[in-house]
Nanobody, 125 residues
């Protein structure tokens, strides 16, 4: 089960931090953040993957959020985060966290993710 929180209304240029509580967060899982704007398809914006060779998490971002958003997680506490800075009106949408399907490549494609939260609304205006 995944439960997002932290959404809200913020002015352009502001910041928000989204949280996702996972009932079974493990470091080996690929986790991601997605968003869906009104009238648009759901898009992947950030994902995090465990690089066991380097003993570190590898983040990856969509070009639209690179340099402004940061994905991170606390495996001991079962939490996934998305720090969003320099927010713009086109960042408005419902934000979802998700866990990748076993055996799928860790990408930004929604089809690679099988478990989803209920979403949290972010409005930049």
């Amino acid at each position: 089960q995944l439960v997002e929180s932290g959404g809200g209304l913020v002015q352009p240029g502001g910041s928000l931090r989204l949280s996702c509580a996972a009932s079974d967060m493990y470091s080996r899982y690929c986790m991601g953040w997605f968003r869906q704007a009104p009238g648009k398809e759901r898009e992947g914006i950030a994902r995090i993957y465990r690089n066991f060779a380097r003993s570190a998490d590898d983040p990856y971002y969509a070009d639209s959020v690179k340099g402004r958003f940061t994905i991170s997680r606390d495996n001991t506490g079962g939490m996934l985060y998305l720090q969003m800075n320099s927010l713009r009106p086109d960042d408005t949408g419902i934000y979802y966290c998700a866990k990748a399907r076993p055996g799928y490549a860790c990408s930004l494609q929604p089809a690679a993710f099988g478990s989803w939260g209920q979403g949290t609304q972010v409005t930049v205006s």
